[in-house]
């Protein structure tokens, strides 16, 4: 049997025929296997749902208890048969209760690493390399000018900024699931223990995270409505990126802009949205991690997804790697 006998792309999204199911599908099917709750790969209206724990749990706040016709845990580590199909889930240090997804059919072994990073979260588990047969990578950080600093000293970049303007509020863009809460961790591991105030489109995740025992520390409702600017100079405010582009963002006192991602590596981009601050805080693995993992996971074939895909293919067809783009379509990386 040929690996892609048993995954392949079809419209709806990466298939498994014996199995019958989909990984993270783009559109409702009767099962789907979903590596982590963004929006991109976990959607509602499936029939039947299997994930972590954790992320069943992030796709019920945001879409409602109901959100598929059935539902399964599974347990990082633990086996389990889809129509005489073997699948598990492993972390992917990507966000809280992200997995990547081990097929195992025919004496083939395939893993679909969804989204991952390399680099140490306290927000999430760390990364597990499964060896594999065939190893399905992202690519949104697939080129080489794509290497991400140490996350920690990019905040105390921003709490060295907040310490020079102690009259002007800090405004951080950060991805609500996630980024958000990681950067708030960050902010508290250097030694921030001042209340921090959070966009109300943050507050259910980041209540969700520390019941789960992740401590955020202090954190208040950032709205203006009931005192003025003021009451925020030397404050430090996390937020929705979007959010910086409506009313909400003008009410704070003469604000610095930050946003956390990797893309602040690139100046056009921080120049299109305005920012004054960037912080290359990234959830996604650089160059130099996707190029280690595919190393360390044995595998003798490599399809590249969702990302900057021909030149890790072309990195792997140097190495004497079979290697192949899959262009898998509806996955996003603008929000990371």
Not at 196 to 219: N, P, V
Request: aromatic share 8%.
């Amino acid at each position: 049997m040929q690996p892609r006998d048993i995954l392949h792309p079809r419209p709806e999204g990466l298939y498994c025929p014996p199995g019958d199911f989909f990984i993270d599908p783009v559109r409702p099917v009767d099962r789907a296997l979903i590596t982590h709750g963004h929006s991109d790969h976990a959607r509602a209206g499936h029939g039947h749902v299997l994930a972590t724990r954790q992320t069943l749990d992030i796709m019920a706040l945001r879409y409602g208890e109901h959100f598929a016709g059935a539902t399964q845990e599974a347990g990082y580590g633990k086996e389990i048969t889809v129509n005489g199909v073997r699948v598990s889930f492993h972390p992917a240090g990507h966000v809280l209760g992200s997995a990547q997804i081990a097929v195992e059919h025919g004496g083939t072994r395939i893993v679909a690493s969804g989204d991952y990073k390399r680099a140490a979260d306290p927000t999430c588990a760390d990364f597990e390399l499964v060896p594999c047969d065939v190893f399905i990578t992202e690519a949104t950080f697939g080129l080489p000018v794509f290497r991400h600093p140490d996350a920690a000293d990019e905040i105390a970049r921003l709490l060295k900024s907040a310490d020079q303007f102690p009259e002007r509020a800090h405004l951080v863009g950060a991805y609500a699931l996630g980024k958000a809460q990681r950067v708030i961790r960050l902010i508290r591991d250097a030694g921030y223990s001042e209340p921090l105030y959070i966009h109300g489109a943050l507050a259910k995740l980041c209540e969700y995270y520390q019941a789960q025992g992740i401590d955020l520390g202090r954190l208040e409702p950032a709205t203006v409505d009931t005192g003025t600017k003021g009451d925020f100079a030397g404050a430090i405010v996390v937020g929705t990126p979007s959010a910086f582009a409506d009313r909400w963002a003008r009410r704070f006192p003469d604000p610095v802009t930050a946003f956390a991602s990797g893309w602040m590596r690139i100046r056009q981009r921080v120049k299109q949205r305005g920012v004054e601050l960037p912080l290359i805080v990234s959830d996604h693995s650089d160059w130099d991690e996707l190029i280690e993992t595919i190393a360390a996971t044995g595998a003798s074939e490599v399809w590249v997804t969702h990302g900057r895909e021909e030149a890790l293919v072309r990195w792997c067809e140097m190495q004497g790697i079979k290697a192949r783009p899959l262009h898998l379509v509806g996955y996003e990386d603008e929000a990371e």
